[in-house]
T-cell receptor, first 112, second 116 residues
């Protein structure tokens, strides 16, 4: 079975500062990894995904994530955040089942 | 043109009532899902349908019954509503249901269900 851990429930940061949102997964098989973003009162949107190949994945809105197999991590990063990045961010994993397992989310709050 | 639309956006009802949430996707996708997001933002899959066939049925009470009249629609009917059913319910769709889910999910904007 797969599981996802997002250790930080909230991450406050000032505008234009860099940010890293942490995600660790557990799986006995190879996985696909995803980051989704949920803006207030909206559904989730895909930011980026890792299926195979290069471990550094670039997504929309300037976000990127790095797959680290040895550390079973898929942390999300952005070098300079904007106020509009304030949202809930979900890491998710799928393995040998047809289910996408989500983490509990990290609330990114960007302050001016 | 909204890709995945669900109605209503808000639903407030009394315990014991029966209610339905409708979902439609105009993306031509084969697979549709219902997710439940609780007050702590935890998102969990409830059901998935592929071409009107039930594929995933998580441990959900029998009071929840999905219905897919065609592959563009997946409705959720809930009988005898309970306080614990209060949550945000999201409909989603994807192009195909691969053995290992690599497909991008497209989500609706959610239905906030409040059971009083």
């Amino acid at each position: 079975a797969q599981s996802v851990t997002q250790l930080d429930s909230q991450v406050p940061v000032f505008e234009e500062a860099p940010v890293e949102l942490r995600c660790n997964y557990s799986s006995s098989v190879s996985v696909y990894l995803f980051w989704y973003v949920q803006y207030p009162n909206q559904g989730l949107q895909l930011l980026l995904k890792y299926l195979s190949g290069s471990t550094l994945v670039k997504g929309i809105n300037g976000f990127e994530a790095e797959f680290n197999k040895s550390q079973t991590s898929f942390h999300l990063r952005k070098p300079s955040v904007h106020i509009s990045d304030t949202a809930e961010y979900f890491c998710a994993v799928s393995g040998h089942t047809d289910k996408l397992i989500f983490g509990t989310g990290t609330r990114l709050q960007v302050f001016p | 043109d909204t890709a995945v639309s669900q109605t209503p956006k808000y639903l407030v009802t009394q315990m014991g009532n029966d209610k339905s949430i409708k979902c439609e996707q105009n993306l031509g996708h084969d697979t549709m899902y219902w997710y439940k997001q609780d007050s702590k933002k935890f998102l969990k899959i409830m059901f998935s349908y592929n071409n009107k066939e039930l594929i995933i049925n998580e441990t959900v009470p029998n009071r929840f019954s999905p219905k897919s009249p065609d592959k563009a629609h997946l409705n959720l009917h809930i009988n005898s509503l309970e306080l614990g059913d209060s949550a945000v319910y999201f409909c989603a769709s994807s192009q195909a249901l691969s053995h290992r889910l690599s497909e991008k999910l497209f989500f609706g904007s959610g239905t906030q269900l409040s059971v009083l």
